[in-house]
């Protein structure tokens, strides 16, 4: 009887040991470190700003031989519409960002995506470690899970055209956030200095540009409120807008008036027919001030004419000037290696990698503080003190855009680029489109949010 039992118990250590050596294999499997190799996709858009991860792809599948990356790509205005088709028809991504029309939120609440929290707490991930500011982590969580890492940080921010303010004899813009003095009044009234009016578009030149964020974010910038403060909590959907309060009214008409009334801005005439020369109006050096997005600093080699960095001015929003666009990297839900695909995740936000994503990428801004001294250096003839001081003053009075916090954000942002169109051309006064809007956003809510 002792003989069986010492079999048994030998039987026993043996399957133990057999059963403790399959799971270690299983797990390093998972991660990627052994086993039989898995293939993941990135998916983004097709432009050198975005697919430059291909270059980055060699290295990190060096030293993870059992993971492969394959990166599946498409037009802009084709993003979303893919990834939907490619998530039906059951061949969906495992890594992906808000790079469309959509954003986070949206994702979230068609359930597209993974949660994140017990891989990264297996892993012991800390934002710390990869130079992860906390406020900037907290963009993507939901109910304390979260969805996302962010990878790149994109901010609003001014540029100018230094050889226009030198021939006006005008001073230049400060770039310090601190600087009381820098009001949206201040920036009309040095505007005015730098427009030429005339009917000749070859003569014509405009003081500023004003592109602050969305179309429904404008109001946020001047103070006026314009969704209810459950949409920031429960999803991204508004019990409630203010599209037609008197304060959003007055918004709208302070930006539309730096086109009308004070003529200081193109309008989308002018725009659009310098646009189709250059892509973007301030390169047409018609431009003396632009309020932009980041990769906008991306393209500075491309100018013919001296470039400034420069603070966006306060509106009437003491925390509000700036514009972030932190782009995440989510695992779809639908992943069959969310463990590979959350490596892959760690790999870009290292370090060594963000600072090689900026050279690849000609200038994309990365999340890791650790690799933003070598973003800041990366302008030919912008002093890199001054790039950091508006980075880091535009971080600090930021909002992350509602593109990405607001649900069913595609439709609602069709509907403010359709109503806005005839205030913008001059055809229709700001108080009698901001009503319709008002009501056409209610009952396009009511009908998405159920």
């Known amino acids: 009887m002792k003989k069986t039992r010492s079999v048994w118990r030998n039987l026993l250590g043996t399957a133990l040991v057999l059963s403790l050596f399959l ?17 993941i996709t990135y998916y983004t858009i097709d ?35 893919k990834l939907q088709a490619n998530i039906a028809a059951k061949k969906s991504p495992d890594i992906t960002s808000h790079f469309g029309y959509g954003g986070f939120m949206e994702y979230y609440n068609k359930g ?15 934002a710390a470690d990869y130079g992860i500011q906390e406020e900037l982590m907290n963009i993507y969580k939901v109910n304390g899970k ?12 001014m540029l100018y055209n230094k050889d226009l303010f030198d021939k006006a004899g005008v001073a230049y813009p400060p770039s310090d956030y601190e600087d009381a003095s820098w009001t949206f009044d201040k920036m009309v009234e040095m505007a005015e200095k730098l427009t030429v009016q005339s009917d000749d578009i070859t003569k014509a030149q405009y003081g500023v540009d004003f592109g602050w964020g969305e179309l429904d974010m404008r109001p946020t910038y001047f103070g006026a409120k314009v969704y209810s403060d459950d949409t920031w909590t429960n999803g991204g959907k508004p019990s409630e807008t203010y599209f037609g309060s008197p304060e959003a009214i007055a918004a709208y008409q302070k930006w539309i008036g730096m086109i009308w009334d004070k003529k200081v801005s193109p309008p989308p005439a002018f725009s659009k027919a310098v646009a ?12 003396a001030m632009s309020v932009v997005g980041s990769w906008s600093l991306a393209s500075q080699k491309d100018f013919n004419f001296k ?44 370090k060594d990698v963000q600072e090689q994503s900026i050279e690849l990428s000609g200038g994309t801004p990365p999340i890791n503080d650790s690799a933003k001294e070598k973003y800041y250096n990366n302008f030919e003839g912008i002093d890199p003190n001054i790039i950091k001081q508006v980075y880091e003053g535009a971080n600090k009075y930021g909002v992350e855009s509602y593109n990405h916090l607001v649900a ?14 005839s205030v913008q051309n001059g055809d229709q006064k700001v108080e009698a489109a901001l ?9 396009l809510l009511e009908r998405v949010n159920k």
């Open 23 to 39: 799971t270690a294999c299983s797990s390093k499997s998972s991660s990627g470190s052994s086993g039989d190799p898995v293939t």
């Open 408 to 421: 069913n954000y595609s439709q609602i942002n069709e509907l403010f680029i359709n109503e806005l169109q």
């Open 435 to 443: 009503p319709v809007i008002q009501e056409k956003l209610t009952k």
């Open 146 to 157: 979260t969805y996302g890492i962010p990878s790149n940080n994109y901010v609003t921010l």
């Open 307 to 350: 470039v400034g960095v420069a603070a966006v001015p306060t509106g009437g929003n003491d925390k509000v000037r700036s514009v972030l666009y932190v782009d995440p990297l989510f695992v779809l839900k639908d992943s069959k290696h969310p463990k590979e695909a959350y490596e892959f995740i760690k790999y870009m936000i290292s």
């Open 276 to 287: 189709g020369q250059f892509g973007d109006p301030f390169l047409s050096g018609k431009i």
């Open 112 to 126: 597209l995506l993974t949660d994140l929290s017990d891989i990264m707490k297996e892993d012991n991930f800390k």
């Open 47 to 81: 432009s050198p700003d975005r697919t430059y991860v291909e270059k980055l792809i060699p290295e990190f599948e060096s030293k993870h031989p059992n993971i492969k990356v394959k990166v599946d790509k498409a037009p802009y205005e084709q993003f979303d519409s």
